[in-house]
């Protein structure tokens, strides 16, 4: 059973520039979450993907966004890096759930450590 | 939004000792994980339990819905055990999961 898949693994980047991080969910699920950790603290929700729309978003600017493809993996795109927007970037997979019902476990990736310089 | 506290933010233990960690969180949940991440940075499942208890090898999890916390129990505890423990919790009608700051755990042989 393949579990979440992340790449790249390393990211280094110059600040001002974009940069494009990808997604494979677990086998069996179809809605991806971001999330993003930066050193010494707990991941932030960034915005989570269902049947290819953003579902819910957390709060982040705009520079921030993200695609979910038929196969259900998923794209993190960040424009115009910051040396702030250093972290480490984890995508986590899950069963949709319900809105105000039932909500399944999350399964994270290795997640893609991004340095901006 | 909702908040998610840890305690404690740091425990030091000798090898073969046990723990308890706590998490109290501010609103009605409908998920609630327990994760460890390991020096790379990946996230391990321990426990889902949005309630009741679980139990898995020498650790074992306890979610009291209605008070608001949970607690993660590590017995016997083993260096192997080191790392960051995080909660983490979905409110009820949201899809956002909120995280604590973290245990930070060092178990010395």
């Known amino acids: 059973d393949a579990g979440v898949t992340q790449s790249p693994t390393h990211l280094i980047k110059t600040r001002g520039q974009q940069v494009t991080l990808r997604c494979s969910p677990k086998?069996?699920?179809?809605?991806v979450s971001w999330y993003q950790q930066a050193l010494g603290q707990g991941p932030q929700f960034i915005f989570q993907?269902?049947?290819?729309?953003?579902?819910q978003r957390g709060n982040f600017p705009d520079r921030f966004s993200g695609h979910q493809f038929p196969n259900y993996s998923s794209e993190l795109n960040v424009n115009a890096l910051l040396l702030g927007d250093s972290a480490l970037y984890l995508c986590?997979?899950?069963?949709?759930?319900?809105?105000?019902?039932?909500?399944?476990?999350?399964?994270f990736g290795p997640g893609t450590r991004l340095t901006v310089t | 939004g909702i908040q998610v506290e840890q305690s404690p933010p740091d425990l030091i233990l000798q090898e073969g000792a046990n723990s308890t960690l706590r998490c109290n969180f501010s609103?009605?949940?409908?998920?609630l994980q327990w994760f460890h991440q390991n020096p790379w940075g990946q996230l391990i499942n321990l426990f889902y339990?949005?309630?009741g208890t679980k139990q898995n090898g020498r650790l074992s999890a306890t979610t009291v819905a209605t008070e608001r916390y949970s607690l993660l129990y590590i017995s016997s505890s083993q260096t192997t055990d080191s790392g960051v423990y995080f909660c983490?919790?979905?409110?009820?009608?949201?899809?956002?999961?909120?995280f604590g700051a973290g245990t930070r755990l060092t178990v010395k042989p």
């Open positions: 986590a997979s899950s069963l949709p759930g319900l809105a105000g019902g039932r909500s399944y476990e999350q399964y």
């Open positions: 086998s069996g699920h179809d809605t």
């Open positions: 993907y269902y049947e290819e729309e953003e579902r």
């Open positions: 609103d009605s949940v409908n998920n």
């Open positions: 339990i949005p309630s």
């Open positions: 983490a919790v979905e409110r009820s009608g949201n899809n956002d999961m909120r």
